[in-house]
Each structure stands twice: as structure tokens, then as C-alpha cells.
């Protein structure tokens, strides 16, 4: 007797997207809209269930009426949803798993202690957070090696091996086998993480974030529709993108006169960029021919994308491409144009040359507009 459910985690709902301008508003409302499709995907899929493992909300003091939204969400949802409270949304007096609609609501549980939840094929083995930091494995109470049906279990912590330092909820990576588990659906990480156990079967996996939430993520937007066939069989895993929003992060180290050219293609190229996230990083040497194109670059990042952002620091003006320079008016600006000249190519240290490469750059804007 087979169990098929979505295992998804980290929604972070009342994430507060700083740092976006006007976009927060529409990255903070897409991770509701992802809900939806969620909901709809395991119609679709005709799962058994939906499990959510953990920081469903950014933290405990989230606007109630979105505590009240995703509730009705879920509350409205035809199957069973199982929920774990994670480190960002602990069980702790006052949190947002005290708001009435998760009462109101039949077909939704709360996990609120660590026993097993008996279902009609499987048992549940729920591990929520009741702090914010620990350095208990959260998964350390599991012993399923004596249930007969299929056992799933629900943790929210660091899966030992991620480059992260801290010994945060350590999860050991063969935590699944160690604790009799047929699979062991875990949150925090906002990539999708599986870990294949030798014989190439997976049994413990991150579904990551829904709906990404920074740049920089490597496989996030994603939920797991997971199918066990059986007590002890196999997991099939299928990542099932959910994601709206895409998060590009694009670098370009650009020598050659002409190349800002290639990076305006590339921009133009990017599909629905009203759905794009961009930062575009560019470094190397600035000259003169290519300053159309990089306020060109500027222009289209800045308003044809829901947010985009030219970083631009790394560049600094060729340094053989300083005849503008001699254009300047003789006196005091030429003089300085050329000592900043000077330090953006050999100044003492790294801040130096960036502060006098960027006043030479805004000097050389300023003459193109008075047109010197
Ligand atoms: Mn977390």
C-alpha cells in the first residue's frame, strides 16, 4: 500500500524583502500565490497529503491577518496538511501556532510534540522547534525500526556536511536509515537537497523554499512530490518547479572595448523580466566608447525587470582611454582628472582606486550632460 504526498517547507511568509524597493510588495505576495499552485499541484497529483516542514512564517510576530490568510488557504484545501514548526516560527508562548484558525481548521495538524502520528498506511514522526538554536538533533527520539507500515519523518535543522559552521539542529545525514525511517522530509535549507545513500536511493531530502527568496539560492522554487510504494521500498521523488519569481544573479568581467555590448544581448534576451529579479555585477575597464552602452545597461535593468540592480564598483575607466581628459578645460578640473586618473590605476590600496574610479566616472557623466 503506497502513500504519495507533497513535502515542501521554508514558504517564509512575512518575509520582508528589504533592500527590493518597490518590488518587496510583489515578492512578499508571490510566495502566497505559490501556495496556491501547491494546493492545486496535489489535486492534480491526487495526494494523500501535504507535509510542510518548518518556517512556514519568517517568524512569530508576522501580521496576524496573514497568519489568518494562509490558514484559510490550507483550511480550504481538500486533504490533510501536517505542519511542524520550524526555527524561524518555533512553538514557544505567544507564536503564531496560537492563532485560532488552526483550530477552526479540521483538516490541519499541528505538531505540536514529538509522537508519532498514526495515519491509515504510514506513521508520521513529527520533530518540532521549540527554540530558536540548538545544538540537539531534533530527529534523536525517532525509533520507527519496529513499525510495520511506512514511516515518514518531519525535521527542520542542518543536515550535517552543509558549509555552515554552526552546530545548529544537527541532522545526521544518514538520520532516515538510523532512525527506521522510509523517508525523512527536512527544512531550513532553501535548496532542493537530496541525499543519495550509497546504493543511489534517496531518503532524506530538503524540498527547499517554494518560491525563491534571495539571489543566490541554487535550486529553490521547488516542491517534492514523494511516492513510497511500500514499507522499506524506494522513495520516487519528483522536484516539481512552483516558483513564479526568478532570481538572476549575473556577473561579467568585461576588457575589450565593445564587450558591454554582449551584456546588453544577454539582458535583452532575459524572458518575462517583469517576473525577473536581476543583479548584474560588471568589472574590469570602462572606456570611453562603451559608456553609451553601460548607461543603456543601467536604463533597461532599472526599469524593464521587476528589480534590477547594475553593480558597477569593479569598473574602472581603460587606462589607456583617458583623451577625454585632455578635452577638459585646462585649470583646476583637468588637474584633478588626472591625479584621480592616477589613483583609480595605482592608488595605496583597493578603496582608494574604487573612490577615485568612481568620482572619475561621475566627473566624465557630468562633461557628456554640460556637454564640455
Ligand atoms: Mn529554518
Not at 518555533?90 to 490541519?108: D, F, K, Q, T
Not at 535549507?189 to 523554499?209: F, K
Request: charged content about 25%; overall charge negative; some cysteine.
Amino acid at each position: 500500500m503506497s502513500v504519495r504526498f507533497i513535502h515542501t517547507a521554508d514558504w517564509q511568509i512575512g518575509m520582508k524583502a528589504a533592500g527590493l524597493g518597490n518590488a518587496a510588495a510583489t515578492v512578499r505576495e508571490a510566495r502566497i500565490h505559490s501556495i496556491e499552485r501547491i494546493l492545486r499541484l496535489a489535486d492534480d497529483q491526487g495526494v494523500d497529503f501535504l507535509l510542510i516542514t518548518g518556517d512556514l512564517f519568517e517568524d512569530n510576530a508576522v501580521d496576524r491577518l496573514l497568519i489568518r490568510k494562509v490558514g484559510d488557504l490550507l483550511g480550504r484545501f481538500s486533504r490533510p496538511v501536517y505542519i511542524i514548526p520550524g526555527n524561524h516560527d518555533p512553538l514557544v508562548p505567544g507564536s503564531v501556532w496560537e492563532h485560532p484558525v488552526w483550530a477552526e481548521a479540521s483538516n490541519i495538524t499541528i505538531a505540536r510534540s514529538a509522537d508519532p502520528i498514526e495515519l491509515d498506511r504510514c506513521v508520521l514522526y513529527p520533530c518540532p522547534l521549540k527554540e530558536k538554536y540548538s545544538t540537539q538533533d531534533p530527529t534523536a527520539w525517532i525509533d520507527a525500526h519496529q513499525t510495520e507500515k511506512i514511516a515518514i519523518g518531519l525535521a527542520h535543522g542542518n543536515v550535517e556536511g552543509l558549509p555552515e559552521a554552526e552546530p545548529d539542529y544537527p541532522i545526521p545525514r544518514d538520520a532516515a536509515r538510523r532512525r527506521g525511517l522510509d523517508f525523512l522530509a527536512v527544512g531550513h535549507w532553501h535548496s532542493h537537497v537530496p541525499y543519495p545513500d550509497p546504493d543511489g536511493s534517496v531518503r532524506l531530502a530538503y524540498s527547499g523554499t517554494h518560491e525563491t527568496s534571495k539571489f543566490g539560492e541554487r535550486d529553490s522554487g521547488n516542491v517534492l512530490v514523494v511516492e513510497i510504494p511500500g514499507r522499506g521500498a524506494t522513495p520516487v521523488i519528483e522536484c516539481v518547479p512552483t516558483g513564479a519569481l526568478r532570481w538572476v544573479s549575473s556577473r561579467h568581467a568585461v576588457n575589450e572595448e565593445g564587450s558591454l555590448e554582449d551584456v546588453l544581448r544577454e539582458v535583452r534576451t532575459i524572458e518575462n523580466p517583469e517576473a525577473v529579479l536581476l543583479r548584474l555585477s560588471l568589472s574590469g575597464l570602462l572606456f570611453t566608447s562603451d559608456r553609451p552602452r553601460l548607461s543603456s545597461l543601467r536604463e533597461i535593468v532599472g526599469t524593464r525587470f521587476l528589480f534590477g540592480a547594475v553593480e558597477d564598483e569593479g569598473l574602472i575607466p581603460a587606462p589607456d582611454d583617458d583623451a577625454w581628459i585632455e578635452t577638459l578645460p585646462g585649470g583646476p578640473l583637468r588637474e584633478a582628472a588626472v591625479r584621480m586618473r592616477e589613483q583609480a590605476v595605482s592608488g595605496s590600496d583597493e578603496q582608494a582606486r574604487t573612490v577615485a574610479a568612481r568620482a572619475l566616472i561621475e566627473l566624465f557623466d557630468l562633461k557628456e550632460q554640460s556637454g564640455t
